[in-house]
């Protein structure tokens, strides 16, 4: 099966027990669908580049998912229906690993790994 990833920002105000009820609605979505969940982080609230639609900050949220292209459509519809979600990206990716993204690591992590970030 194809592999994505599926980043998305949900509003400010939300709690944080909330978002992962929210989160598991999106993954239940991908499952009813035949596909299956290979990786979910929560990169907590952070500042937006710029506001979008009133709010400054957002909860980011990825999903490596495991699944065929109707079901990526059906979950991309669901972010639009669902007045939470301000943003969000959907990449098909070559490979997804449990290794935590760049975003979850802190910066000596990625010196140990080979990335070298600094100028």
Same mark, same amino acid.
């Given at each position: 099966?194809?592999?994505?990833?599926?980043?998305?920002?949900?509003?400010?105000?939300?709690?944080?027990?909330?978002?992962?009820?929210?989160?598991?609605?999106?993954?239940?979505?991908?499952?009813?669908?035949?596909?299956?969940?290979?990786?979910?982080?929560?990169?907590?609230?952070?500042?937006?580049?710029?506001?979008?639609?009133?709010?400054?900050?957002?909860?980011?949220?990825?999903?490596?998912?495991?699944?065929?292209?109707?079901?990526?459509?059906?979950?991309?519809?669901?972010?639009?229906?669902?007045?939470? &979600?301000?943003?969000?990206?959907? &990449?098909?990716?070559?490979?997804?690993?449990?290794?935590?993204?760049?975003?979850?690591?802190?910066?000596?992590?990625?010196?140990?790994?080979?990335?070298?970030?600094?100028?």
């Amino acid at each position: 099966m194809p592999l994505y990833e599926s980043t998305f920002i949900l509003r400010q105000d939300i709690p944080v027990h909330d978002i992962h009820k929210i989160t598991d609605h999106f993954v239940q979505i991908v499952l009813k669908e035949g596909g299956s969940l290979v990786k979910k982080e929560y990169w907590g609230l952070r500042t937006l580049s710029y506001e979008i639609r009133k709010n400054k900050k957002g909860h980011y949220m990825l999903l490596g998912l495991s699944c065929d292209a109707p079901a990526v459509k059906n979950l991309e519809r669901q972010y639009k229906i669902d007045e939470n &979600v301000i943003n969000f990206m959907t &990449v098909k990716v070559d490979s997804l690993t449990d290794v935590p993204s760049p975003m979850m690591q802190t910066p000596s992590d990625l010196g140990a790994l080979g990335n070298n970030y600094t100028e």
